[in-house]
C-alpha cells in the first residue's frame, strides 16, 4: 500500500504534465477544427511524453517491448473512452473548455489502474487465454494453461471468463473484467500482442508446447489442443477453486434437487439400505444427454436415442435395486421427451432441471454417480467431486459395475473417445 501511495503521486506528477500538454495542443487546434479532432491531437502529442515519464518516473522500469505494447494498448482503450465521455458532456451542454478537463478527471484513476496493470503484473509473463469452444472445453484449457503457468512464474488471464460464463469465482477475481478483454483483444487485432495458436494438426506433445509459450513473455493463447496433465492435476485443487462455483449458482442447483426430493414420499427400506435418520437411501444419477451437435460429430457415435439413454438407466437402476433413485437429466435437445423416461422407469424419480449452464453444471456436480456421451460437459462435473463417471462408449454398450471410472483416467484419455475436440 506504501508503494501504490508513492506510486499514485508520481502518476499524478506525470499526469498533470501531460494532461497540461494534452490541453495545451487542444487549445491550439480547437480554433481551426472541432473538438475531436482537437482533442486527439492533443492526446497524441501528450502520449510520447507520458510513456517516457510513465517508465522512468512514474513506476522506475526500463522501457520493453512488452510495457510499450501494454502501454499503447491501455491508453488506445483510455481514448476511446475519453472521446465517448467527451461527446456526451458536449451533448448536455458543457462548454468546450470545460468538458476535457472534465474528462480527464474523470479518466485519470481508470488509466492509473490499467498502467499499474502493465508496469507491475506485466513484470512476469501474461498470457491472455481463449478458446472458442464451449464453456466446459473453457474450463479445461485455462486449467492446462493456468497450471503451467502456476510452475512457471507467469500469470494467466481467461478472456472469455471475463465476460462470459460468469457463474464461477474465477469470473470476479481481479483482471478477470470486459474491459481486460477489450483492451486484450484490441492490442491482438493490431498485431499489437502476438498470438500462440495451439488449433494445431497433428497435436504436439508438451515439450513443444511449452517451448511455443516460453517464445513470448505476453501473448494471446489460443486453441483446444493444448495439454499440461501432470500440471494440471498437481494443481486440481487450485482448478476448482478458481472455477468453484457462485453462491447464487450453488443455492439454484441446491433448491432444485431439494424440491425434488423433498417431493417424494420415500418408502420404507426394502432391505437393510438405510440413511443415519433411518430414511430410505437417496441414490442421485446424473445423465447428460448430448443432442444438437452430436448428430453430425464423428458420424453420430455419440448420438444416442431416448430408447438407448432409458436402457442404461434401466441397468444403473437394476446395479442399485436398494434406495430410492433420483435422476437428474440435463440435456441441449429441447425436444427431450421427459415423460417418455418417467413412463418408462416409473420407480424412478425424474428431474430436468432446465437451468443455466452452470445451474446444470452444479447439479450435476452433487450427483453421486454420472453418465452421458463423452462431453466436457460430464468430465467437468465429476472433476469437482471427483464423482463416479460412465462414458458411453457405443449405442450397444452394456453398463456394468466396472463401467464407471474417476476424473484423472478420463481426462487423460479423452483423445480416445474425441478425435476431434469437442464443439
Keep these: ?23 495545451g495542443v487542444y ?15 492533443g492526446y497524441a502529442v501528450g502520449l510520447c511524453c507520458n510513456y517516457v515519464l510513465t517508465t522512468y518516473f512514474t513506476f522506475q522500469r526500463r522501457p520493453t517491448k512488452g510495457n510499450a505494447v501494454g502501454f499503447v494498448g491501455s491508453h488506445a482503450l483510455n481514448y476511446l473512452l475519453e472521446i465517448i465521455l467527451l461527446e456526451l458532456f458536449l451533448w448536455m451542454g458543457i462548454g468546450e ?8 478527471v474523470i479518466v485519470v484513476p481508470i488509466n492509473f489502474l490499467l498502467l499499474r496493470f502493465v508496469f507491475i ?35 494467466t488471464i481467461s478472456v472469455r471468463f471475463a465476460y462470459k460464463y460468469q457463474y464461477f469465482r474465477l469470473c470476479h477475481t481481479r483482471w478477470h473484467r470486459f474491459s481486460v478483454y477489450v483492451l486484450a483483444k484490441f492490442a491482438t487485432r493490431l498485431h499489437l500482442l502476438p498470438t500462440i495458436d ?40 487450485e482448478i476448482r477453486h478458481l472455477f468453484a462455483f457462485l453462491p447464487e449458482v450453488e443455492q ?7 424440491e425434488a426430493e423433498n417431493a417424494v414420499q420415500v418408502p420404507a427400506a426394502r432391505d437393510s439400505a438405510e440413511t443415519s435418520d433411518g430414511g430410505q437411501e437417496v441414490i442421485r444419477l446424473g445423465v447428460h444427454i448430448r443432442r444438437g451437435d452430436y448428430a453430425r460429430f464423428l458420424g453420430g457415435r455419440y448420438f444416442f436415442d431416448d430408447a438407448t439413454m432409458q436402457r442404461f438407466i434401466r441397468e444403473f437402476q437394476a446395479l442399485h435395486p436398494v434406495g430410492q433413485l433420483f435422476v437428474y437429466v440435463c440435456s441441449n435437445d429441447p425436444q ?79 483423445e480416445d473417445y474425441h478425435s476431434s475436440p469437442e464443439r
Aim: aromatic share 14%.
Design 27 to 41: 487549445c491550439l487546434v480547437l480554433p481551426w477544427s472541432n473538438a475531436a479532432v482537437a482533442y486527439t491531437a
Design 252 to 258: 439454484k442447483a441446491a433448491a432444485v434437487i431439494q
Design 336 to 414: 427431450l421427451d421427459e415423460e417418455a423416461y418417467r413412463r418408462a422407469l416409473p420407480t424412478a424419480t425424474f428431474v430436468f432441471p432446465h437451468g443455466s449452464p452452470g445451474e446444470d453444471l452444479c447439479v450435476l456436480s452433487h450427483c453421486d454417480f454420472l453418465m452421458g456421451a463423452p462431453s466436457t460437459f460430464s468430465l467437468v462435473a465429476a472433476m469437482y467431486h471427483d464423482v463416479p463417471i460412465w462414458w458411453i462408449p457405443a449405442a450397444d454398450a452394456s453398463l456394468t459395475a466396472d463401467s464407471f471410472s474417476r476424473f484423472d483416467p478420463l481426462f487423460r484419455q479423452i
Design 97 to 104: 473548455l470545460i468538458a476535457p478537463i472534465v474528462v480527464l
Design 198 to 237: 495451439f488449433d494445431l494438426t497433428p497435436q504436439p506433445d508438451e515439450a513443444s508446447m511449452d517451448a511455443l509459450l516460453r517464445q513470448h513473455r505476453t501473448a494471446w493463447v489460443d486453441g483446444w489442443n493444448v495439454h499440461f496433465h501432470d500440471l494440471f492435476i498437481k494443481h486440481l485443487d
Design 1 to 23: 500500500m506504501h508503494s501504490d501511495f508513492w506510486r499514485f503521486v508520481r502518476f499524478g506528477i506525470t499526469g498533470t504534465v501531460s494532461s497540461l500538454i494534452h490541453y
Design 121 to 155: 503484473h506485466h513484470s512476469r509473463p501474461l498470457y491472455f487465454v481463449h478458446d472458442r469452444g464451449q464453456m466446459c472445453n473453457n474450463i479445461l484449457q485455462f486449467g492446462h494453461l493456468y497450471a503451467w503457468a502456476r510452475e512457471n512464474q507467469a500469470r
